[in-house]
């Protein structure tokens, strides 16, 4: 199994700044996700991190709001853009081989106010 | 398209009693089959996973499902709760290597 680790854990913003949240994987992996669980609600998938080329998003997400990095197989970036109270949430970083495995971060704890 | 359904928002159940949660997916073809759990505040563990084969999964912490193509259902079981299984509980099919995740389900556990 993979051991993934989120930074920061939480953090509160200001509405209209941007936070950067950053996935650290302790093996290479195929596959990265940014998932995105509203207060109370399940998890939605944000996008897919891919090594070397953009990002794929689900319908509803965008890159303007959600700009993503992976520069490596074991690193990935979610920047949550011009945040305002509806984006407070926790967002989660997964990864894994294929559809086999996936495991999941700790979470990151947004509040926006 | 893919979904999954947990039918059940709470369950109470009390600590020593047999637990069920109840999971149903739409799928085309063979699902690969997951339960999470998730503590307050913390994120998503693995509790066990289905892709082929015996159709009685053991998991961890005691946790078992069994999966029913022919009801489409993938069932966590445990049979003795204990207080610390207190968590919210999500079901997910795999479709093209992302995640599809039911609503949860929100376990409390009577002393």
């Known amino acids: 199994s993979a051991v993934i680790s989120q930074k920061p854990s939480r953090d509160i913003c200001q509405r209209g700044t941007s936070l950067t949240i950053q996935c650290q994987v302790d093996s290479q992996v195929t596959m990265m996700f940014w998932y995105r669980q509203q207060p109370g609600q399940s998890l939605t998938l944000i996008a897919t991190?891919?090594?070397?080329?953009?990002?794929?998003?689900e319908s509803g997400f965008v890159i303007d709001k959600f700009p993503i990095s992976r520069p490596n197989l074991t690193f990935s970036t979610l920047t949550v853009s011009n945040m305002s109270p509806e984006d407070s949430s926790i967002y989660l970083c997964?990864?894994?081989?294929?559809?086999?495995?996936?495991?999941f971060g700790q979470g990151t704890r947004l509040t926006v106010v | 398209a893919q979904s999954v359904t947990q039918p059940d928002i709470h369950i109470t159940v009390s600590e020593g009693a047999s637990l069920e949660l109840r999971c149903n997916y739409s799928y085309g073809a063979t699902p690969y089959l997951f339960w999470y759990v998730q503590s307050p505040g913390q994120g998503l563990q693995l509790l066990l996973k289905?892709?082929?084969?015996?159709?009685l999964v053991q998991g961890i912490k005691g946790f078992e499902a069994e999966f029913k193509r022919s009801q489409s259902s993938f069932n966590l079981r445990k049979p003795s709760v204990h207080w610390s299984d207190a968590a919210e509980y999500f079901c997910a099919v795999a479709s093209s290597y992302k995640l599809i995740f039911g609503s949860g389900t929100r376990l409390l556990v009577r002393p």
């Open positions: 289905y892709f082929s084969g015996d159709t």
């Open positions: 997964s990864g894994g081989g294929d559809s086999t495995e996936a495991f």
């Open positions: 991190a891919n090594q070397g080329s953009e990002a794929t998003y």
